[in-house]
Every structure is written in structure tokens, then in C-alpha cells.
């Protein structure tokens, strides 16, 4: 079975750290670029991150620009999104998200269960 599985979600207090791991079973993610997502109760799912399959290109949303990190390991079939200093504002469920664009025409897209990250006091 294809799937993308989170971890490393929890609660932490503000100025904390998380880090989220993304596993890939049953496929290899060396073809992929990689985003990290996360959705708050009652608001638009966003995206937070992103990385190429090359590692060459990499995005972050303005609101974690210096406090979060992806990075990826084909080698382990996993991706990462290390989380610092974070915030009250950071409290969502993150989710992995793999696209491999496999001709002009048409990708494949997979996501993951995701796993909740809760900032406070």
C-alpha cells in the first residue's frame, strides 16, 4: 500500500522545538518534491514548506521564514521539517504531502494522515 506517514507532532510550549518526520512506504520518494502543509480548526489548509527532488529548490511560507527547516533523506525514504522557536499561531495538523510531476501531462500526488502540533502555555 502507498502512504505517506507523519510523526513527531506533540505539544511544546512557546519558543519550543518539534521535529516532523514524513515516511514514505511503499514507494520511493526519490522522485517526488515534498511539501509540508498545515491546517488550524477552522481555517485554509497552507502550505508551510516545500523541496524539489534535487534538493536545488526550496520554499517557506513569510510566517516561518528562520524557524523552520525541511529538509530530505531518499536514502531513508523520509522527509523532515525541523520546527524552532515556535509559536501559539504554529498549532495545526501538519501534513506531508508528495508529488511526482511523471509526464507533462499528469502527476502523482499522496498525502499523509497528518499529525497535530499544539504551542501553548
Known amino acids: 500500500q502507498v502512504r505517506l506517514v507523519e510523526s513527531g507532532g506533540g505539544s511544546v510550549q512557546p519558543g519550543g522545538s518539534l521535529r516532523l518526520s514524513c515516511a514514505a512506504l511503499g514507494f520511493t520518494l526519490d522522485y517526488y518534491a515534498i511539501a509540508w502543509f498545515r491546517q488550524a480548526p477552522g481555517k485554509e489548509r497552507e502550505e508551510v514548506s516545500c523541496?524539489?527532488?534535487?534538493?536545488?529548490?526550496?520554499h517557506y511560507v513569510n510566517s516561518v521564514k528562520g524557524r523552520f527547516t525541511i529538509s530530505r533523506d531518499n536514502a531513508k525514504n523520509r522527509v523532515y521539517l525541523q520546527m524552532n522557536n515556535l509559536k501559539p499561531e504554529d498549532t495545526a495538523v501538519y501534513y506531508c504531502?508528495?508529488?511526482?510531476?511523471?509526464?507533462?501531462?499528469?502527476?502523482?500526488?499522496?498525502w499523509g494522515q497528518g499529525t497535530l502540533v499544539t504551542v501553548s502555555s
Open positions: 504531502n508528495a508529488v511526482w510531476q511523471a509526464t507533462i501531462e499528469g502527476a502523482v500526488e499522496i
Open positions: 523541496i524539489s527532488r534535487n534538493h536545488s529548490t526550496i
